[in-house]
């Protein structure tokens, strides 16, 4: 009898710590895949790589702007292209703010300041090895820029992250706090 209460405790404590490995594990393979993505976008060349942005601006333009819809096709061609900067590094920043969030809700286990800085680090640390890559691209070129502009991404996302968690511990302290007893 006294053997089962044991092995029930066993299970129940194996249990227990895959309920807390499992996020740990998911999220981490969601960092993984990511990365991967942003790796496939800097494996692109400059053919293909300005082909995507042009598509994302022609969508754009033919989305939000009146002016683009009745303009000539010199003129859109134009539109077009005035829009690929700005969209290009918003891409950046947005991309490696969701990294940034990522690794922090991955990283939740550790103090708040210490996660931003870990989080914002290990970002910043990819799009260094991310632009070194695009050194080896066709057509591709690593900009410092670029690494500045993907670390505040992920400093962005970091904060997010931070923020995000606080905000579900006061949702879920309130919940608790509210329940009755019985």
């Known amino acids: ?24 594990i998911v999220l981490w393979i969601i960092i993984i895949l990511w990365s991967i993505m942003i790796f496939s976008f800097s494996a692109e060349n400059s053919d293909a790589s300005g082909g995507r942005s042009e598509k994302v601006c022609m969508f754009l333009a033919e989305t939000f702007s009146s002016e683009y819809k009745q303009a000539d096709s010199g003129e859109k061609a134009e539109i077009i292209e005035n829009m690929q900067f700005f ?14 969030g990522l690794v922090c809700l991955a990283l939740r286990r550790i103090r708040a300041d210490l996660r931003f800085v870990l989080s914002t680090l290990i970002t910043a640390l990819y799009a260094v090895t991310d632009e070194m890559h695009q050194l080896f691209v066709d057509g591709r070129s690593g900009q410092i820029s670029d690494v500045l ?12 992250g931070i923020l995000l968690m606080v905000v579900i511990v006061r949702i879920q302290r309130r919940a608790v706090s509210s329940t009755p007893v019985k």
Request: glycine share 10%.
């Open 149 to 160: 502009l993907d670390t505040c991404g992920g400093a962005t996302g970091a904060g997010a």
């Open 87 to 100: 969209v290009r590094k918003t891409a950046h920043f947005t991309i490696y703010a969701v990294l940034g």
């Open 1 to 24: 009898m006294l053997q089962r209460n044991t092995e029930k405790t066993s299970d129940n404590s194996f249990s227990d710590i895959l309920k807390k490995i499992t996020p740990d």
